[in-house]
């Protein structure tokens, strides 16, 4: 939300920019244990952006309607839509900061800008080639899973413009582990009626976002040092597949260790996750596993959780390349 120096709630813009630019700057990043990602072609490199901004001199516009300095909503499109095909960069933040640098050039009266992205994913298709299956190239399938987001926020300072605060993000990450998983130990008493559960099938709901210690870095100033949401993903894999897990808190925080251990450029990484676990109808045959489950009813369970780099500093011996206490699980 962007706030005047005075305090004062002001800002306006537009949203669902709808942005599909085609071949833009390949993206190669630095690879990490746990990751086959080594960088995207951008054939589609395609946002769903959110504009807003602010300064003292719109005041006006809300308290007399006067419209003389009030740049359109509409002219705010077209700016974006205009500048996507100028961006020479490869990734949503460093589109996120070109856009918001040009604006501010383009109209002098405007101090801050608040800007956030969420990538459209698109994925190559498979078809046949000379030598077996290969990437299509040509043809995309859009998905509807998991995507990266980004959020900046710059203001119009006396030594130039600057970017004050950002976030980075994966969201809508859905992952169910069918074995591996319990909740036991809980806090029993008149109001509990949910059983020891000893080896459950676990459906998370998950959102994780990260912030670098140095902010330029989360305006593509050095891609060596650039983090990949896709990394942060297969962290997230990697980590529930790897550890038996008794709670999603715990899950969540051995995610937090590892992607804070990989990317030393971090400062902090936060979770938002909800639990869907499936409901049992039929308790998993003890020895082919198979089972049936169906949708759990509302109202679900929640959590957050934070980890700031002096917490892992703080806690060496819980150290992520070593094995956990909860141990690792042989899957069936």
Not at 145 to 163: C, F, M, P, W
Not at 218 to 230: F, I, K, T
Not at 242 to 255: A, V
Not at 300 to 329: C, M, P, W, Y
């Amino acid at each position: 939300m962007l706030n005047l120096a005075n305090g004062r709630t002001l800002y306006y813009g537009k949203g669902d920019v709808l942005t599909y630019r085609t071949y833009a700057k390949p993206l190669t990043v630095n690879s990490i244990p746990e990751s086959s990602f080594r960088g995207d072609s951008n054939v589609i490199f395609a946002h769903n952006l959110t504009f807003s901004v602010s300064s003292e001199q719109l005041l006006s516009s809300f308290t007399e309607g006067d419209n003389s300095i009030v740049v359109a909503t509409d002219s705010m499109k077209n700016f974006i839509l205009r500048h996507a095909g100028q961006f020479n960069g490869s990734t949503t933040e460093g589109f996120l900061a070109f856009v918001s640098r040009r604006f501010f050039e383009t109209y002098a009266h405007i101090t801050a800008i608040e800007i956030r992205g969420d990538r459209i994913p698109f994925q190559s298709l498979q078809v046949r080639g000379e030598e077996g299956f290969e990437d299509s190239g040509l043809v995309y399938r859009r998905s509807h899973n998991d995507h990266a987001s980004a959020s900046l926020v710059y203001k119009r300072e006396s030594q130039g413009t600057q970017l004050v605060s950002h976030w980075c993000g994966l969201t809508d990450l859905q992952l169910i582990k069918v074995s591996g998983s319990s909740f036991f130990g809980f806090i029993r008493d008149e109001y509990t009626t949910l059983p020891d559960s000893y080896d459950r099938p676990l459906f998370i709901f998950l959102n994780i976002y990260w912030c670098y210690t140095n902010i330029e870095d989360a305006a593509e100033a050095d891609l060596e040092r650039y983090v990949p949401a896709e990394q942060i993903r297969d962290i997230a894999h990697h980590v529930f597949h790897e550890y038996k897990t008794p709670s999603i808190q715990y899950l969540i925080y051995q995610i937090a260790l590892l992607i804070l251990t990989r990317f030393p450029q971090l400062s902090e990484v936060r979770f938002e996750s909800n639990n869907r676990t499936w409901e049992t109808v039929v308790e998993p045959d003890p020895v082919t596993h198979a089972g049936v489950f169906t949708e759990p009813r509302p109202p679900f369970g929640f959590q957050g959780f934070s980890l700031t780099r002096e917490d892992l500093d703080h806690n060496e011996e819980t150290a992520v390349d070593s094995n956990a206490s909860a141990g690792k699980i042989n899957q069936p």
